[in-house]
């Protein structure tokens, strides 16, 4: 297309900024203006290399190409066709194609400003932030890659200011004005006085009141970024402009997609937030009862898919929330690494301990029985609660009683050698117990041993395994660990493991290769 262009040789940036007016546009269309512009301005950056152009005494030229760059954004933003996800029949080829010859010219542009990227106007930037989120249907590799280095040549100033002034005030605040909830109030503190119910909204559910679900997705990604780029100090002063967006979207039932891209969001809030921020202005009770129902989306009401990828990330956010670690954040919510908080060396606080007694008893146990027959979600339960046990330590003894039946009930399932990484979560999670609530274990010894044993057992049984199977052999080392570990808890207790196993081994010789340490 580049070589079908021919630019003259008195073409100037004024020439190329007049070019992207409006009639210019019409008259050829979009495409091809932006083509047009491309090779335009590979000239006039070719000139200024040449010595034709005096950059630091000609502010004209500036100022034309930083118009030419704001046109640029302008066309290139991924504007929907304000159907709904489900029948969204936007052109996403020609979106994409756009914007990758767009900001191929913007990356090209600033090499004739002695400033660079930061000397584009904030709107410009604000539209860029749209293309930093590489799953978005609008986006390439490249786009993703060049719209991010152009946004990092920013100052932390500027930055600053883009993010509460351009993209929080101005920009997303009228956009989530009609879909806020009624826990918060239009400044971003808590309401009160709570009237409607937090759901609500769902009747609402129009292109004119939710906007940043329809025409305008982008959206998300632009607040995205800039919950990414911002940090503690910067939060402590401006809270209140991002909890409304965020609430928000946490509120949003549908699509999963969303759900999750929200929960991930909220862990990079949190992770932010000074300590005790939240739980001073009162708004950790709210965020708690934002996230907190997205535990219940089980199957079947939730396809499994869907529940598996929603309980991936609201577990995690839940569990940061009462001051312990999770896992990582994964890059289908943010394409940029963020590591967990760590919560060792911390003590728990009363609001911590309930938020955690919550996540168990209405959360993992109720999730665990109604949908036991999920053997993924199934790991996933058994994930979170080892994340819990082993922050909580001896604390977490009193939930031993519900969880050792449910491990073992895991561990003795016929069928549950047909996915082994679930296993290998339930030995885990009883490897925690083990390790963190070991004064209680021997009242436990015979539950455990059976857990032990059965599993063992249906693993040497499973004529599905190969015998390279990596899992299956982790699998097959962490039951002996656990063996080693229930031995040396009875021995520290003067209790003879070995009266119990021996029996067992007689009995079925292949058990002396589990209970090695009972031997």
Same mark, same amino acid.
């Given at each position: 297309m580049l070589s079908h262009v021919v630019v003259?040789?008195? #073409? #100037?940036a004024q020439d190329v900024k007049e070019f992207l007016s409006e009639d210019g546009k019409k008259s050829l269309g979009q495409m091809a203006a932006l083509w047009a512009t /491309?090779?335009?301005?590979?000239?006039?950056?070719?000139?200024?290399?040449n010595g034709k152009h005096d950059m630091d005494d000609d502010d004209n030229l500036s100022s034309a190409l930083i118009d030419v760059a704001d046109c640029i954004s302008i066309i290139i933003l991924p504007v929907c066709d304000g159907a709904s996800p489900e029948d969204d029949t936007t052109d996403y080829v020609a979106l994409r194609e756009k914007a990758d010859i767009g900001i191929a010219t913007i990356e090209e542009l600033i090499k004739a400003l002695p400033g660079g990227a930061s000397q584009l106007q904030a709107s410009t930037h604000l539209r860029l932030a749209a293309f930093t989120w590489p799953k978005d249907p609008w986006m390439s590799g490249a786009m993703f890659a060049r719209s991010c280095a152009l946004l990092n040549d920013l100052e932390p100033q500027a930055r600053a200011r883009l993010i509460t002034e351009d993209i929080l005030t101005s920009f997303l605040r009228p956009l989530f004005s009609k879909s806020r909830p009624a826990a918060i109030t239009a400044s971003g503190r808590k309401a009160e006085f709570v009237e409607e119910s937090r759901y609500d909204s769902v009747a609402n559910e129009s292109p004119e009141t939710k906007p940043w679900k329809y025409a305008h997705r982008y959206a998300?990604?632009?607040?995205?970024?800039?919950? =990414?780029? #911002?940090?503690?100090?910067?939060? =402590?002063?401006h809270w209140p402009l991002y909890t409304p967006v965020l609430l928000t979207l946490l509120d949003e039932p549908a699509p999963a997609a969303l759900k999750v891209r929200a929960l991930g969001l909220f862990r990079v809030f949190w992770k932010r937030c000074p300590a005790d921020l939240m739980q001073q202005t009162g708004l950790a009770e709210v965020f708690e009862q934002a996230v907190f129902p997205a535990v219940l989306y089980l199957p079947s009401l939730t396809p499994a898919e869907e529940s598996l990828k929603i309980l991936g990330a609201a577990y995690p956010a839940l569990v940061e929330m009462a001051g312990l670690a999770a896992g990582s954040i994964d890059d289908y919510v943010l394409p940029f690494e963020c590591h967990s908080p760590d919560g060792g060396g911390r003590q728990l606080t009363e609001a911590q301990r309930k938020l955690l007694d919550k996540i168990i008893r209405e959360g993992v146990i109720v999730g665990y029985h109604h949908a036991k027959e999920h053997i993924r979600i199934v790991g996933l339960l058994c994930?979170?609660?080892?994340?819990?046990?082993?922050?909580?330590?001896?604390?977490?003894?009193?939930?031993?009683?519900?969880?050792?039946?449910?491990?073992?009930?895991? +561990? #003795?399932?016929?069928?549950?050698t047909k996915h082994p990484p679930t296993l290998l979560s339930a030995v885990q999670?009883? =490897?925690?117990?083990?390790?963190?609530? &070991?004064p209680r274990i021997p009242h436990y010894c015979n539950e455990i041993l059976k857990a032990l044993t059965?599993? &063992?057992?249906?693993?040497?049984?499973?004529? $599905?395994? /190969? $015998?390279?199977?990596?899992?299956?052999?982790?699998?097959?080392?962490? +039951?002996?660990? $656990?063996?080693?570990?229930?031995?040396?808890?009875?021995?520290?207790?003067?209790?003879?493991?070995?009266e119990r196993v021996n029996p067992l081994i007689e009995k079925e010789p292949e058990l002396s290769k589990l209970f090695r340490a009972a031997n």
């Open positions: 003259p040789d008195d #073409t #100037t /491309h090779a335009g301005i590979l000239k006039i950056v070719r000139d200024v290399k998300v990604t632009v607040f995205a970024w800039a919950v =990414q780029q #911002t940090d503690s100090e910067l939060l =402590q002063k994930e979170t609660l080892a994340w819990i046990v082993n922050g909580m330590g001896i604390l977490a003894v009193k939930y031993l009683k519900d969880i050792v039946p449910m491990a073992s009930e895991i +561990l #003795t399932d016929p069928f549950g999670l009883l =490897q925690a117990m083990l390790r963190k609530c &070991w059965l599993s &063992w057992l249906n693993i040497k049984d499973e004529d $599905s395994f /190969h $015998s390279d199977d990596l899992t299956v052999s982790e699998l097959k080392s962490e +039951l002996v660990k $656990s063996a080693d570990m229930l031995s040396a808890i009875m021995k520290a207790t003067r209790s003879d493991l070995s």
